[in-house]
Antibody
Framework: QVQLVESGGGVVQPGGSLRLPCAAS????????MQWVRQAPGKGLEWVAL????????YYADSVKGRFTISRDNSKNTLYLQMNSLRPEDTAVYYC?????????????????WGQGTMVTVSS | QTVVTQEASFSVSPGGTVTLTCGLS?????????PSWYQQTPGQAPRTLIY???TRSSGVPDRFSGSIFGNKAALTITGAQAEDESHYYC??????????FGGGTKLTVL
């Protein structure tokens, strides 16, 4: 069964840190670029970060640059989002998503499949 | 700072046709932005509808189609059904790994 499962969400104080794992199954994880997208309560979707299939490069939205780090462990089929210096405006559901771009071809960019999301609340 | 623009809301009658658009605050949308479209109902993860401008994702009904219309990307629903009432988001790829979401369109079918 092809799926992505996020975990690690919870309540954290402003200035705190949290790491979100996303476990992938049912496909060759190391062949695909992976992304994180978030959605604040009652708001729209916001792209957060992208990592290449081999972990060689990460790209970030301006709103999280310098505070968040995207990484992956292809041996464990797991994507991560390390979130530091958290702010109340980082409160959101965080989704991981697979991109069709990857090792074998890169002719487009798309959030091809999605996890169910994990909620992060930044509050004192 | 570049912003991706979408209509805030739209309504369509059952069986009718509606076209939602996705533009840029500066410049025109092209195929090299790899426009994609997503449907989201409250409390659910997004569902991928269209990618690479006009390719339907697996399992998506053919009443959904994508195109470039003038200087914008467009999502057309032909023969709208009640279950199409949802939020629709477009995404444009801006290069250097960066993607931008539009603010989303709330579609009402009535």
């Amino acid at each position: 069964q092809v799926q992505l499962v996020e975990s690690g969400g919870g309540v954290v104080q402003p200035g705190g840190s949290l790491r979100l794992p996303c476990a992938a199954s049912g496909f060759i994880f190391s062949n695909y670029d992976m992304q994180w997208v978030r959605q604040a309560p009652g708001k729209g979707l916001e792209w957060v970060a992208l990592i290449r299939y081999d972990g060689s490069n990460g790209y970030y939205a301006d709103s999280v640059k310098g505070r968040f780090t995207i990484s992956r462990d292809n041996s464990k089929n797991t994507l991560y989002l390390q979130m530091n210096s958290l702010r109340p405006e980082d409160t959101a559901v965080y989704y991981c998503a697979r991109d069709l771009c990857g090792r074998t071809s890169c002719y487009t960019r798309v959030f091809d499949m999605w996890g169910q999301g994990t909620m992060v609340t930044v509050s004192s | 700072q570049t912003v991706v623009t979408q209509e805030a809301s739209f309504s369509v009658s059952p069986g009718g046709t509606v076209t939602l658009t996705c533009g840029l605050s500066s410049g025109s949308v092209s195929t090299t932005n790899y426009p994609s479209w997503y449907q989201q109902t409250p409390g659910q993860a997004p569902r991928t509808l269209i990618y690479n401008t006009n390719t339907r994702s697996s399992g998506v009904p053919d009443r959904f189609s994508g195109s470039i219309f003038g200087n914008k990307a467009a999502l057309t629903i032909t023969g709208a059904q009640a279950e199409d009432e949802s939020h629709y988001y477009c995404v444009l790829y801006m290069g250097s790994g960066v993607s931008l979401f539009g603010g989303g369109t709330k579609l009402t079918v009535l």
